[in-house]
């Protein structure tokens, strides 16, 4: 997992295990198979040529340099075998749409244990409300709090855990 890294430009990957039940042992699940997670931001910072984010799942580009929007690049895994359920930007540069409340409405729409996946391009932060940061605070970001103009970001999390990674 890559650190969290200020501007410029960041990078993370992360493999997670299906939460397809194959044999319970006491309380703990084996798990049958999982999927492979690659995330890279580059906020403005990293230039603005080389601003984009990218998120491959299973080594396939979902979000990629030329199909990443400015702001949030949200993609979502669900619970049972990770197949993609919500692939959506979120312009929270704008101050003419509230992207936030977006953002928080199709996330209280998502079933718990989905998989949040998010990449910044350009900038996230400049009016991203405090309702959508609270959403990732929520699921253990750290890094969201000190979120500044112009930052990369990457952010993997599960939705009703206090555990992701930046």
């Known amino acids: 997992m890559g650190q969290e890294k200020r501007g410029g430009m960041n990078e993370m990957g992360l493999v997670l295990g ?18 492979s ?15 984009y984010a990218e998120i491959k799942i299973n080594g396939e580009e979902v979000v ?19 197949k993609i359920i919500l692939n959506e930007s979120y312009n929270t ?13 199709d996330f209280a729409n998502l079933p718990e244990g989905s998989v949040i996946v998010a990449a910044v391009k350009d900038d996230a932060a400049a009016n991203m409300r ?13 890094a969201i709090k000190k979120l500044a103009f112009k930052d990369a970001w990457g952010f993997i999390g599960i939705k009703g855990m206090k555990r992701s990674a930046e």
């Open 64 to 82: 990629g340099k030329s199909s990443s929007k400015r702001g949030l690049n949200v993609v979502v895994l669900n619970e049972p075998d990770h």
């Open 37 to 51: 997670i690659e995330i890279f931001s580059a906020g403005y910072k990293a230039g603005s040529n080389n601003s």
């Open 93 to 105: 540069f704008t101050h003419k749409r509230d992207e936030s409340a977006r953002f928080a409405k």
């Open 18 to 35: 299906y939460a397809k039940k194959t044999k319970r042992v006491r309380t703990k699940e084996e798990i049958a198979a999982g999927s």
């Open 130 to 142: 405090h309702s959508a940061k609270k959403i990732f605070a929520n699921m253990g970001s750290q």
